[in-house]
């Protein structure tokens, strides 16, 4: 299992967290997700023979916030 924390621009409620928190445990491999709009952080436990860090920063994206 890996873990990333990737830092994200645009979280601002809980509601964006749960977005976010959705959209990537809906990937096969994905195991816990935490998000945090206080600290522009979402942390991602992953099965890299699985998923992909890229495929998650993605996801991300695809959901309208921005991954640095």
């Known amino acids: 299992?890996?873990?990333?924390?990737?830092?994200?621009?645009?979280?601002?409620?809980?509601g964006c967290e749960n977005t976010v928190k959705?959209?990537?445990?809906?990937?096969d491999g994905v195991a816990a997700v935490e998000?945090?709009?206080?600290?522009?952080?979402?942390?991602v436990a992953f099965?890299?023979?699985?998923?992909?860090e890229e495929q998650i920063r993605q996801v991300i994206g695809a959901n309208g916030f921005q991954v640095a």
């Open 47 to 52: 099965d890299g023979g699985k998923v992909s």
């Open 1 to 14: 299992m890996e873990n990333i924390t990737i830092n994200v621009a645009g979280m601002k409620c809980g």
């Open 22 to 27: 959705t959209a990537l445990l809906a990937l």
């Open 35 to 43: 998000a945090s709009h206080k600290d522009k952080t979402v942390s």
